[in-house]
């Protein structure tokens, strides 16, 4: 592997450039493994007009989520929106395309902040959902960044954000960590490590991690954040 910055790896993505914008490009990988940060960090190193789409706005909203039994199951293929994700990743060689915003202090879906897209030379599209279906189809992506990381550092990222998020919803009522307010901070913890076990690392390795041998780059990010490519 060999040692990457994200500058470095934004002068890769740019000369993918086609001669029609926009580029459109995936960043996928674990729950908590970083793609929102290398996905702004690579915004403020590429040149031209470059911006970042979440699909985290193309979750089902929490009610639906909730109708169909899916709540626990948020990140996986099935809790997508995903003939809406692929129609809108399509558009966006056509013109203005508007997409939904999601957020995480209240854990749903946000109908008041969707933007519309346009004039982009190079559009991120960071989050869950990009990898292959189990029937092999892909969505129209130009190219695809997979981040990987040690499972360990993973889970301590992921506990940190949730820790984080935790502590802010004591001064916040609206937010969705309220819930869990009642908790010791060793309780929050070990929840924490429960959604890992429970939820996220089996997303992880049987729908996320689909992605890895398909995608154009592959990173592997280290506890420090740094960057190698495989």
């Known amino acids: 592997m060999t040692p990457i910055t994200p500058a470095e790896l934004a002068q890769r993505i740019a000369a993918q450039r086609p001669a029609a914008p926009p580029l459109v490009v995936g960043i996928t990988g674990s729950v908590a493994v970083g ?101 092999g189809s892909r969505l129209p992506l130009d190219l695809l960044i997979y981040i990987d990381a040690d499972e360990a550092d993973i889970v301590a990222w992921f506990v940190a954000r949730f820790m984080g998020l935790w502590r802010a919803a004591a001064d916040d009522p609206t937010s969705f960590y309220a819930r869990f307010a009642h908790m010791s901070e060793a309780e929050a913890q070990a929840f924490a490590l429960w959604v890992w076990q429970t939820i996220n690392r089996p997303n992880w390795l049987d729908h996320i991690a689909r992605a890895r041998p398909v995608a154009d780059l592959v990173v592997k990010k280290s506890l420090d954040h740094r960057l190698l490519l495989a």
């Open 35 to 135: 793609k929102t940060t290398l996905a702004q960090a690579l915004a403020a190193a590429l040149p031209g007009t470059v911006e970042i789409v979440s699909t985290d706005g193309f979750l089902k909203p929490n009610a639906v989520l909730e109708a169909q039994g899916l709540m626990l199951r948020k990140g996986f293929p099935e809790s997508f929106d995903t003939p809406a994700l692929a129609s809108a990743l399509a558009g966006l060689k056509q013109g203005p395309v508007t997409v939904p915003s999601y957020s995480h202090v209240s854990y749903d879906v946000d109908p008041g902040a969707a933007r519309v897209v346009a004039g982009a030379d190079i559009v991120l599209v960071e989050g869950l959902g990009l990898a292959p279906a189990a029937d």
